[in-house]
C-alpha cells in the first residue's frame, strides 16, 4: 500500500454528450467493453484506451457487457441490456 501515493492515471474515456453512465466496464482479452448513456457499446484497447470499434443501439446501455463465444465458428458475442429492457 506505500505505492499507492506515486500511482499515475494511464488513460480516461468520456462519453461525448452524455451526462450518465450506468453500466460497470468488462476486461476480456486486452479490451475493456463498456456501454454508456451516449447509446453506443464501446470497446477500448486496455493498455492505451483507444477506440477499436463502438456499437449503437437502440437505447441507452444499462447493464456491464457480457463477452461469450457463440456459432458454429465460436466468434466472440457481446451482450447487453438497454434502458427499454432488450437484450
Known sequence: MDNVSRLKL???FGFAG????NAQPTVVGGRVFVGGGDRKVHSLDARTGCV???FAPDAPVRTAIMISRAGVEEQ???????VRANA
Do not use: L
Not at 452524455?18 to 453512465?21: C, E, R, V
Not at 466472440?76 to 438497454?82: I, M, P, Q, T
Open 76 to 82: 466472440y458475442v457481446a451482450y447487453f441490456g438497454d
Open 18 to 21: 452524455a451526462i450518465s453512465a
Open 52 to 54: 477499436i470499434w463502438e
Open 10 to 12: 494511464k488513460w480516461a
